[in-house]
C-alpha cells in the first residue's frame, strides 16, 4: 500500500505553546486513520497545518511525492484534500443544494453539471429530501452530513474530519459513523479526529495519538488501546507511592 | 397643492433613488464579501464623474459612450485597492480597517483637489439632454436614461451574483471565507472582485450622475451619506435590500422636500433610517 501523505517533523508554536512539536505519520491510500488526543492535544491544529490555514514554523507535508507545505487552502483543495470543521461552517443562507453545487464547482465548470453531480452527493449522504432546506434549518447531524457532502463534491482522495460525531444526539451516530465506512469503501482516504474512543478504535486501521502537541503514539487500534502513554494522556499517570 | 406635484415629486425620488441603489449595491457587496466598510465609497463615485468629464473634454467623448471606459478604470482601480490597501489590513481590528479607508476617502478628496481645483465643471451639451411632459409630470431624458441604466446595471450584478459560477463562488466567501477557501476558492481574487465590482457600480451611477450634475471634488459625500443609509436601511451584505432603500430613500428626500421643507431633506432621510434601526436593527433583508 503507498503513501497517500506524509507528515513529517510538523511544527507550530503560539507564543510560547507548542501546538505541534515535530509531528511525524504517513497516511496510506484506503485507509482511515483516526487522531486521538485529550483537548488542546493539537489535532484541529494539525488539520490547519495540513490543509493551510495555519503556516507550519519547521516540517513538511507530502501529498503524493508533491510538497504541499504551507499553500494557500483552495490550491490544496484542488491538489485533492477535503476538509469538514469540528465548528460546523455551512453557508448558512444558502440551501442544502446550493451549498454542495459550491463544492462541485471546483470540478465542474457547468452549474447543471455541477448541479446533477451535488444531487447525486446529496442522496449518497441521505439527505435527498433536505436538499431544498437552508443549511440554518438543518440539525447538527445533518449540518454534518452537509459538510461531508460539500467536501466529497470536490472530489478529494483524501478527506481529513474533524469530530464527526462530536456534538450529535446518541441516535445520529450511527448512520454518522456508517457514512465513513461508506467513504472508505468508496476508496476515499479518510483522516478523522474523534473523541468517541469506541468508533475511533472499531473504524480505524491506524491511530496517531497525540498529547500536548507531540506524538504520542502511532500503531494499529490494538497496540494503541495498551499503550501506557495513550492511557496516561487520557486517565492521568497514577502514583505509584 | 395638486397631485401633479405629488407624482413629480415621487417620480423624481424613484430616479434619483435608483442612482442611489446603484451606489448602495456597490458598498454593499464590498462589506458583505469582507465586513470591511469603505468610506472613500463617495470618493470613488467622484473619481468616476472627473473620469466622465475629462473623457469629455479631453477627447469629445459623450458620457454615454464612456460608460465603459470609465468601468475598466474603476475596475482596475478596485483591484489597485485591494492588493495595495485593502488585503494588508484585512485581518486588523475595525479601527485600523475603518480608519484605512477613511484615510484613502481624504486622500483621493485631497489630490482631486489638487489636481482639478475645487471648481464645480459640467458636461456641456450631452446628447441625452431635455424633458418631455406627461400629464403635467416633467421628466427629464438625463435623469430617466441615468436611471434605466443603473436598473439595469444592477440587473446584470444580481444575475452573475445569483447566477454564474463565479458569482456562487462570491456568495460563498461571503457567507464563510473558510470554508470557501477549502472548497477551491480564492479568497483574494474574490475579494478583489468584489472591489471591482463595487467600484464599477459607481462608475456607471458616476458616468451618468455627470450628465446633469456638477463635478467637483466634494461631490460624493451627499452621495456616499445616502449610500450609507440605504445598505444600512436594506440590511449590510444584502444587493435586493440595497434596491429597496435606494428607491425609499429617493422619494423620502424628494416628497420630503416637497410637503415639509427642501433644506431639511437628509433629516427625512435619516429619521426613516432610525425608524427602521428601532424596528427591525438589521435593516430590511440583511442578516448582520
Known amino acids: 500500500m503507498s503513501n497517500l501523505l506524509k507528515v513529517e517533523n510538523l511544527s507550530r508554536s503560539f507564543g510560547g505553546i507548542h501546538a505541534n512539536s515535530d509531528i511525524t505519520f504517513d497516511v496510506n491510500e484506503g485507509e482511515i486513520l483516526g487522531v486521538i488526543g485529550p483537548n488542546g492535544a493539537g489535532k484541529s491544529t494539525l488539520f490547519d497545518l495540513i490543509t493551510g490555514f495555519t503556516k507550519s514554523d519547521k516540517g513538511q507535508v507530502i501529498l503524493r511525492d508533491k510538497n504541499i507545505t504551507n499553500i494557500r487552502p483552495d490550491l490544496i483543495c484542488r491538489l485533492g484534500v477535503g476538509r469538514t470543521f469540528q465548528k460546523l461552517k455551512p453557508f448558512a443562507d444558502q440551501t442544502l443544494l446550493e451549498n454542495v453545487i459550491v463544492g462541485a464547482l471546483v470540478k465542474e465548470k457547468n452549474l447543471k453539471v455541477a448541479r446533477d453531480k451535488a444531487l447525486e452527493i446529496i442522496d449518497f449522504v441521505d439527505l435527498i429530501e433536505k436538499r431544498h432546506h437552508y443549511a440554518k434549518e438543518l440539525s447538527t447531524g445533518q449540518r454534518k452530513r452537509l459538510e461531508l457532502a460539500r467536501a466529497l463534491a470536490t472530489d478529494p482522495k483524501l478527506l481529513l474530519m474533524d469530530e464527526v460525531t462530536g456534538g450529535v444526539d446518541q441516535r445520529t451516530i450511527p448512520g454518522l459513523v456508517e457514512l465513513v465506512l461508506k467513504l472508505k469503501k468508496n476508496g476515499i482516504t479518510v483522516v478523522t479526529i474523534e473523541h468517541n474512543m469506541k468508533i475511533i478504535m472499531d473504524i480505524s486501521d491506524r491511530i496517531l495519538a497525540l498529547n500536548q502537541g507531540k506524538r504520542i503514539a502511532f500503531d494499529t487500534p490494538k497496540n494503541i488501546s495498551q499503550n501506557t502513554q495513550v492511557i496516561d494522556a487520557y486517565l492521568g499517570t497514577v502514583d505509584a507511592a | ?288
Open chain 2, 1 to 288: 397643492m395638486t397631485s401633479q406635484v405629488i407624482i413629480q415629486a415621487i417620480i423624481s425620488g424613484i430616479l434619483m433613488g435608483l442612482i442611489y441603489a446603484l451606489i448602495a449595491a456597490g458598498l454593499s457587496l464590498i462589506f458583505g464579501l469582507m465586513e470591511i466598510v469603505n468610506f472613500a465609497h463617495g470618493d470613488h463615485l467622484m473619481l468616476s464623474m472627473f473620469s466622465t468629464f475629462w473623457f469629455w473634454m479631453l477627447f469629445g467623448i459623450d458620457p454615454i459612450f464612456s460608460i465603459p471606459l470609465t468601468i475598466i478604470l474603476m475596475a482596475f482601480l478596485g483591484v489597485f485597492t485591494h492588493y495595495f490597501i485593502i488585503r494588508k489590513i484585512l485581518n486588523s481590528t475595525m479601527l485600523i480597517q475603518i480608519c484605512a479607508t477613511f484615510g484613502l476617502a481624504v486622500t483621493i478628496r485631497a489630490l482631486a483637489q489638487f489636481f482639478f481645483t475645487p471648481d464645480f465643471r459640467t458636461i456641456k451639451n450631452p446628447i441625452i439632454q431635455g424633458k418631455f411632459e406627461v400629464y403635467g409630470v416633467f421628466i427629464g431624458y438625463p435623469q430617466l436614461f441615468a436611471s434605466f441604466v443603473c436598473l439595469f446595471a444592477f440587473i446584470l450584478l444580481y444575475l452573475f451574483v445569483t447566477k454564474t459560477e463565479t458569482g456562487t463562488a462570491l456568495q460563498a466567501t461571503s457567507q464563510d471565507r473558510q470554508a470557501a477557501e477549502i472548497l477551491g476558492i480564492p479568497s483574494n481574487k474574490m475579494f478583489a472582485l468584489g472591489w471591482a465590482i463595487g467600484l464599477s457600480c459607481v462608475a456607471v451611477a458616476g458616468s451618468m450622475l455627470s450628465n446633469y450634475y456638477y463635478v467637483f471634488p466634494d461631490v460624493g459625500v451627499n452621495f456616499s451619506l445616502f449610500a450609507f443609509v440605504a445598505v444600512a436601511l436594506g440590511g449590510f451584505g444584502s444587493i435586493n435590500g440595497s434596491l429597496i432603500a435606494g428607491v425609499i430613500i429617493g422619494i423620502v428626500e424628494s416628497v420630503g422636500g416637497l410637503l415639509i421643507d427642501p433644506s431639511y431633506k437628509l433629516l427625512y432621510v435619516f429619521a426613516v433610517y432610525l425608524l427602521v434601526v428601532i424596528l427591525r436593527p438589521q435593516g430590511i433583508f440583511g442578516r448582520y
